[in-house]
Each structure stands twice: as C-alpha cells, then as structure tokens.
C-alpha cells in the first residue's frame, strides 16, 4: 500500500461513475505570497507557454507542467507532455479538472478533456493514481460564500460559463434562454440553493450588487478575467482563482513530501503563480 493512503482522504462522494478523485490535502502552505496579476505577466513577458517547474533539487521529484488549453490531438502541446510524462516516469499524477478516465485511447481523451485529458489516460495506462488538484464544489462554494453573498457567487458561477458558451451569439431570445439554463444547473448547487430563483433576480442583483452598468448578456468573455484593480465580477473571480491555487499547491505539497513522484499539469497561469509559495515550501 502506498505512503500516502493512510493520510489521503478521497472524497468520492459526489463524483460519478469514472471521475477522478478530489484529494483534501493536509499540508500548511509556507508565509510567501502567490504572484498577482501583474507579477505573473512580468513573469511571461519573456517566456511562452507551456510552462514547466521542476526541481531536481528536492530530488526531481515534482514536475508541475504549466500548459495552454488545447484539445486538438495534434498539438504540439500533447507530444511534449508524453516526452515529460515518459521521461519523468511519476508515480501519481494530479490534475486540474475532475474529468474522468476516458474510453479508447488518447486522441479520444484529449478530444474530450483536453491535455487534462491525456495526463488522465497517461495515468490510466501507467496504472498510478491519479487525482484531482481541484476543491470539491462544496468546499470551494463554503470559502468563496464566506466572503461574497450566494447570490453574488450564484451571478460569478452563471456568468463564467454563460461568457464562454454565449459565443457570438447576440439574439436576446437566444442569450437568455441560454442564461436561464445555466443558472438552473449553477443555481441549484449545494451552498447556493435557489438564492438567484430566475433572470429578473439575476437582473436587480447585477444592478444592485455589482454596479457595473453594462448589460452582463453583452459583457465580453475578459469581463470575468481576475485583475489587479477589478470590477466586482473580476474581484470574485480573482478570489476564486486564490481558492484554487491555495488548494493546488498544498496537494502537490503533500504527495511530494511523501515521497511520490509527481506529474502535475494546470493551466500556465496557475503553475506561475504558486511557484514562489512552491519552491518555498521544497527548497
């Protein structure tokens, strides 16, 4: 039985049929900072994506791949993270999303989950454990609530993925039925429960709450991006993507303080960003 069995608390729950695990970590993270936003864009002013940390000197046992989001199987992107995958020879693998481990091989992988998709199916066939970096929804909804009401958490959730599914579409019809799926499906989540009921609360809640005068149907998809002097929707935003980081790197921290080799992939910005508070804890 592996190390870390005895300290892992998977959490199962909740998961599906075929999805990966959530993993609550148990390690402090150091007093260091994570990079802001303007730190992270000094960072790549010189540098492009993918972006690798690895750190032979706590004896190679990490390798954090920084990728760019792609699910085209003839990527570039996806040869590179088998040569690291295949040169690194991990022992778990930890990934962003909570995907699910794919039928067929890796094109069908990557075509559904993207290069979280192959790290899930290089894990699959190396049979290692592979787990999610990602919060549950319960926990990640608890501390995004504790500081945000759930209607403004309800109205952040809706938009994050109304933005990016809304396209070009600019029909009202079209872009409100749209919208009233999608809270249908984030609004009656655990911890946020009906407290936006339909558009006409969604409405008062973005004037009242958020103060933003433009029509959130219309908001371009950069409107929820975090920033350094946000709006309100960027202000959640930024705070949710702290929630994330946070939980992130205490997982990587504990599989590799037990010994593990870890290959862990999420989106460059993510890996930028906790590298410092990283490298503080290991070095």
């Known amino acids: 039985m592996r190390t870390f069995l005895p300290l892992l608390v998977i959490l199962l729950s909740g998961c599906g049929f075929g999805r990966i695990p959530h993993y609550r970590p148990l390690t402090p993270l150091p007093d260091v900072a994570f990079l802001t ?14 972006y690798i940390v690895s750190m032979p000197e706590v004896g190679g046992k990490l390798l954090y791949f920084g990728s760019y989001h792609t699910a085209d199987p003839d990527d570039p992107q996806m040869a590179w993270i088998e ?6 020879n991990p022992s778990v693998a930890l990934t962003e999303n909570t995907g699910g481990f794919a039928p067929g091989g890796n094109r069908s992988a990557i075509k559904r989950l993207g290069e979280f ?26 501390m995004v609530t504790s500081r945000f009401s759930p209607e403004e958490a309800t109205v ?24 009233r799926h999608l809270l249908g499906k984030r609004g009656s989540r655990p911890g ?15 004037t009242e709450a958020f103060g933003d005068p433009r029509d959130w149907r219309t908001l371009p998809p950069e409107a929820i991006w975090p920033g350094d002097a946000p709006t309100r929707l960027q202000e959640i935003s930024r705070f949710v993507n702290e ?6 790197a205490r997982v990587v921290l504990d599989f590799v303080k037990q ?10 910005s993510h890996v930028v960003k906790q590298e410092p508070v990283l490298r503080a804890a290991l070095e």
Not at 119 to 130: F, N
Not at 243 to 248: I, L, P
Request: charged fraction near 30%; glycine fraction near 8%.
């Open 37 to 50: 936003p303007v730190q992270h864009d000094s960072v790549m002013q010189d540098k492009s994506w993918p």
């Open 117 to 142: 998709g192959l790290v899930i199916r290089l894990g699959q066939e190396a049979d290692i454990p592979v787990y999610s970096l990602e919060p549950t929804w319960e926990d990640e909804v608890g």
């Open 259 to 268: 010994g593990e080799r870890v290959f862990a992939i999420a989106g460059g």
């Open 192 to 206: 946020l429960d009906g407290a936006v009921p339909d558009l006409a609360a969604f409405d008062r809640i973005w």
């Open 243 to 248: 929630v994330r980081d946070r939980h992130m």
């Open 83 to 88: 040569r690291e995958w295949t040169a690194f």
């Open 156 to 179: 952040f959730y809706t938009l994050r993925v109304y933005l990016s599914e809304r396209g070009d579409e600019r029909d009202p019809a079209r872009m409100d039925k749209l919208a």
